[in-house]
């Protein structure tokens, strides 16, 4: 037996064989090899180096990377061999020989338009059984608080098409449940985790998203990217245009309420945490411009009206005031009390 290796490198043909069976039927161009060779082995060939005073030649764990990328380009000569950025990492214990696969997740950009309220941007663990699901009455066992999410929606069918584990939704911020999003749509990065396929048509991947729940999620601009993006995405801050509708108890004249809504183009605001938000939000207050407002529309006691504003503007507080917390608001100028009756996101200001 090698005092060096203790014969590690007869067991390379078995090594590699054990990795093409793990990745059978996973598509992948590029691999990095991650090799965990016993402290002993280590220690044993520190001190033959140092004996023998060979501390020039190659080193036991160098060596035997090499052996096994050597084999596995002998059964795959298309793979390359990276270190960064891999389709697929393979980990090799020396000692036991288990081989451990992570297949990297891929990413793909996009644009979201959400065209029906009650649909949340993720997935909402069930209140009652926090996601587990197990025997809950409240989510028949889904683990979740609604059935639908634009994240399954879209992430459903990549998963049907690419083999993959599940899915992660990173968008460019978020609408409330009750809000549609029009327009080009939202920006979002789709990361799909453990897939067996890596590359796809993305032009039919999105008419198969599209067909999906027409009336309620549809996509665009679809296109490959990479783990940056994700940041990128999540911390972008663009102006976004909206339109409001709301209603007030008593009618006012029209010119009265036109102008005093225009009178808020242009204002900075200053919005506390809404109560809405604040079990999740950090308590401050927010300075926000409303860069313009415009087609003012007053049917009785019913009022509409369009914004452009900056990233992070709470527009519902915006029109009823959250009781103060917002200054000024269109409650704070009309001189009426203002239920919000929906909003729709018209566009985000991105790329």
Same mark, same amino acid.
Do not use: W
């Given at each position: 037996m090698c005092p060096l290796c203790e014969n590690l490198f007869d067991d390379v043909g078995n090594i590699v064989e054990r990795i093409?069976?793990? +990745?059978?039927?996973?598509?992948?161009?590029?691999?990095? +090899?991650? #090799? @965990?060779?016993?402290?002993?082995?280590?220690?044993?060939?520190?001190a033959i180096r140092t004996k023998h005073g060979a501390r020039g030649s190659r080193p036991l764990k160098a060596s035997f990377a090499m052996a096994l990328q050597a084999e596995m380009l002998r059964k795959i000569p298309e793979i390359a061999f990276v270190k960064e950025y891999p389709d697929v990492m393979v980990t090799v214990d020396a000692l036991t020989l288990r081989v451990d696969t992570d297949i990297r997740p891929v990413f793909i950009y996009g644009r979201y338009e959400k065209l029906a309220r009650g649909i949340p941007q993720t997935r909402w663990p069930c209140r009652s059984c926090r996601g587990r699901g197990d025997g809950c009455e409240s989510c028949e066992g889904t683990g979740l608080q609604y059935r639908e999410s634009v994240q399954d929606i879209i992430g459903d069918p990549v998963k049907a098409q690419m083999g993959a584990f599940d899915t992660s939704f990173h968008g460019m911020g978020r609408e409330d449940i009750d809000v549609r999003c029009l327009g080009s749509g939202r920006p979002f990065v789709l990361e799909i985790k453990n897939p067996k396929i890596r590359e796809t048509d993305l032009v039919d991947l999105e008419s198969k998203i599209n067909s999906n729940n027409p009336g309620k999620v549809k996509v665009n601009s679809l296109k490959w990217c990479h783990k940056k993006d994700v940041s990128r995405v999540k911390e972008t801050r663009s102006?976004?245009?909206?339109?409001?509708?709301? !209603? #007030?108890?008593? $009618?006012?004249?029209?010119?009265?309420? #036109?102008?005093?809504?225009?009178?808020?183009?242009? *204002?900075?605001?200053?919005?506390?945490?809404? !109560?809405?938000?604040? @079990?999740?939000?950090? $308590? !401050?207050?927010?300075?926000?411009?409303?860069?313009?407002?415009?087609?003012? #529309?007053?049917?009785?006691?019913?009022?509409?009206?369009?914004?452009?504003?900056? $990233?992070?503007?709470? *527009? !519902?507080? +915006?029109? @009823?005031?959250?009781?103060g917390r917002t200054v000024p608001s269109v409650k704070s100028v009309i001189d009426r009390e203002c239920e919000v009756l929906w909003l729709d996101v018209n566009e985000i200001h991105a790329d």
């Open positions: 093409i069976e793990t +990745l059978e039927n996973t598509q992948f161009r590029s691999m990095q +090899l991650g #090799i @965990h060779i016993p402290k002993d082995l280590l220690q044993s060939e520190d102006e976004k245009s909206y339109t409001i509708r709301f !209603k #007030i108890e008593d $009618a006012l004249p029209e010119d009265k309420i #036109i102008e005093s809504i225009n009178s808020l183009s242009g *204002v900075v605001l200053e919005q506390q945490t809404p !109560k809405r938000v604040s @079990h999740r939000r950090a $308590a !401050k207050t927010r300075k926000r411009k409303i860069v313009s407002i415009s087609d003012v #529309i007053v049917d009785n006691q019913e009022i509409q009206f369009s914004l452009r504003c900056e $990233a992070g503007t709470y *527009v !519902k507080e +915006l029109v @009823h005031s959250d009781e």
